[in-house]
C-alpha cells in the first residue's frame, strides 16, 4: 500500500511565498476544509496516511513535496531555493528515517521536490528559481550510483517543474508548451492542458486514477478523452498560495 506523507495547513499560510503571483488573501477555513478533501481522496485511492506535525510559524509547510526526494532506496532531503522554507525540513527527516536511510543536501546548491519529476528510473530535474545546477549536481550525486539517470530540464515562467507538467502514465505526459518541452522527454506522448487553463498540468496518478483539480473541467476532459478516470478534489485555495495536487504530499511504495 502506498504511504502518503501530509501537513495541514498552517496558520500563517498566508504569509507564504509568492514568485509569479499576486497576493490573494486565503481563508484558512476553506483550505483546510480542500486540504481535508484531498487527504481523504488520498485514502479513497488506496494511499495510508501519515501526518506530519503542523508548523504554524512556516507559511508554506503544507507542501511538503518541495522537502524531500524519495526513491525506494533514499530519501533525500532537499535545500529549498526559498530561503523562509528551510525549517521545514527537520521534521520530514524525523519521519521519513523511520522509512528509508535518509541523506540531506548541502547548502551550496539550491533544490525543491517540485521540480523532481520521476518516472521510473529518469529523473527530470527542472531548473530555475527554486532549483538550481549546483543542487542537481548534488542530487545526481547521490542518485546516480543507485542507477538513476538525473536529467536537468530548463524550464519556462513556471515556479516548479511540475507546474508545467506532471506525467499521467502509460507514457503520456500532461504539459503546458509555453513552459516545457516535450522534446526534453524521450518518447512520451504529449497531452496539452487546455490553453485557457495553464494551471490545469499538475495531476497526481494514483492507481487507475488521475487526481486532478475540480476547476479544470476543460483539461479534465482532454485528460478522460484520452482514456483516464479522473478523481476531481477542490484546490482552488492553496492554488491563491502558488500550491498544486503534487505540492501537498509525499507519496512512497
Ligand atoms: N507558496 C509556495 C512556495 O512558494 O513554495
Not at 481523504?40 to 504554524?56: N, S
Not at 543536501?105 to 530535474?125: A, F, N, P, Q
Not at 502509460?170 to 522527454?185: A, K, P, Q, S, T
Not at 497526481?204 to 484520452?226: A, H, N
Request: glycine share 8%.
Amino acid at each position: 500500500m502506498p504511504i502518503a506523507f501530509v501537513r495541514n495547513v498552517s496558520e500563517s499560510i498566508n504569509q507564504c511565498e509568492l514568485t509569479h503571483m499576486e497576493h490573494e488573501a486565503i481563508d484558512l477555513t476553506n483550505a483546510r476544509a480542500q486540504h481535508a478533501k484531498y487527504v481523504e481522496a488520498l485514502r479513497h485511492l488506496g494511499c495510508e496516511i501519515h501526518e506530519f506535525p503542523r508548523l504554524d510559524h512556516q507559511p508554506d509547510a503544507v507542501f511538503v513535496e518541495d522537502t524531500a526526494v524519495v526513491v525506494p532506496e533514499l530519501a533525500v532531503l532537499t535545500n529549498p531555493g526559498a530561503e523562509s522554507r528551510r525549517g521545514e525540513i527537520e521534521s520530514v527527516g524525523e519521519t521519513l528515517a523511520a522509512y528509508r536511510p535518509v541523506v540531506r543536501l548541502g547548502d551550496s546548491g539550491t533544490l525543491e521536490g517540485g521540480d523532481v519529476l520521476r518516472i521510473d528510473k529518469k529523473v527530470h530535474v527542472g531548473c530555475a528559481t527554486r532549483t538550481d545546477e549546483q543542487g542537481i549536481l548534488e542530487l545526481r550525486s547521490h542518485l546516480e550510483p543507485l542507477g538513476y539517470d538525473v536529467i536537468m530540464i530548463r524550464h519556462g515562467e513556471a515556479l516548479h517543474l511540475k507546474t508545467a507538467c506532471t506525467y499521467l502514465g502509460e507514457g503520456v505526459l500532461l504539459l503546458n508548451r509555453e513552459w516545457v518541452d516535450i522534446e526534453d522527454f524521450d518518447d512520451l506522448e504529449p497531452l496539452e492542458c487546455h490553453p485557457e487553463e495553464p494551471f490545469a498540468c499538475n495531476a497526481i496518478r494514483i492507481g487507475d486514477s488521475v487526481l486532478f483539480p475540480e476547476e479544470f473541467v476543460r483539461t479534465r476532459e482532454r485528460i478522460e478523452s484520452r482514456g483516464f478516470k479522473v478523481h476531481p478534489v477542490p484546490a482552488s485555495e492553496l492554488a491563491k498560495a502558488e500550491g498544486g495536487l503534487t505540492c501537498s504530499s509525499i507519496i512512497i511504495d
